[in-house]
């Protein structure tokens, strides 16, 4: 398995629409995993930290399978201003610094 | 306070030139990074500092050298760069030490090598 693997995107949804990424991870004693927000041409940014079995923050959802050794980020409601790429982040094999998934692509439209 | 400042914006440099990249933050932080981010790929590791010390350089080249001269400062310094160097260079810091923990990145520079 590889140390990080996310959905390929892109995903072009309607305003409106809810949409899920996942994202697997191959470090099983891995404890602290983050989703992140990036804008083209932009820096990323933190959108939610999943510290246990999961974390919401408004329309944002991020729930942790431990067993499966993934994570998944559910967006309600999608917004125009949702159009990003997610990365999915997790420690790497040796658990010794965090590593980026290849990110989705998500393209929300009106 | 959250961030993390960069300078230059954008860097046009020659193979032959040498320049720095600047990093700063403000929020205590005793872990910081180099990133390398290349377009549509996500952002690759180049060095950590924690307290000051390098503690993980994930096998870059030598024509890239880090300097962090206090906790609050990071540089890259630049030399003899290939133009598929050409990137943007992302400086993130986060409060633990264990490299897990939440990173804050600032804009980035844009490095064009010619």
């Known amino acids: 398995r590889k140390e990080v693997e996310q959905d390929p995107g892109p995903f072009n949804v309607p305003e409106g629409a809810t949409v899920a990424f996942n994202c697997t991870y191959s470090?099983?004693?891995?404890?602290?995993f983050f989703w992140y927000r990036q804008d083209c041409r932009k820096e990323p940014k933190l959108l939610m930290s999943?510290?246990?079995s999961g974390n919401e923050d408004g329309r944002f959802t991020a729930q942790l399978n431990r067993a499966s050794q993934y994570i998944s980020l559910l967006i309600r409601d999608s917004k125009l201003s949702d159009s990003a790429t997610y990365l999915c982040v997790v420690p790497n094999q040796a658990g010794t610094a965090l590593i980026f998934g290849k990110g989705t692509t998500l393209s929300v439209s009106s | 306070d959250t961030e993390v400042t960069q300078t230059p914006k954008h860097l046009v440099m020659g193979m032959t030139n040498k320049k720095s990249l600047k990093c700063e933050q403000h929020?205590?932080?005793?872990?910081m990074y180099w990133y390398k981010q290349k377009a549509k790929k996500p952002p690759e590791l180049m060095f950590v500092y924690s307290y000051e010390k390098l503690s993980i350089n994930e096998s870059v080249p030598s024509r890239f050298s880090p300097e962090c001269p206090n906790s609050s400062l990071l540089n890259l310094h630049l030399h003899a760069l290939q133009p598929e160097d050409s990137a943007l260079y992302l400086c993130?810091?986060?409060?633990?030490?264990?490299?897990?923990?939440?990173?804050?990145f600032g804009p980035g520079t844009r490095l064009t090598v010619l």
């Open positions: 470090n099983s004693a891995s404890q602290s």
């Open positions: 999943v510290y246990s």
């Open positions: 929020m205590g932080h005793r872990a």
């Open positions: 993130a810091s986060s409060q633990a030490l264990s490299g897990i923990d939440t990173q804050y």
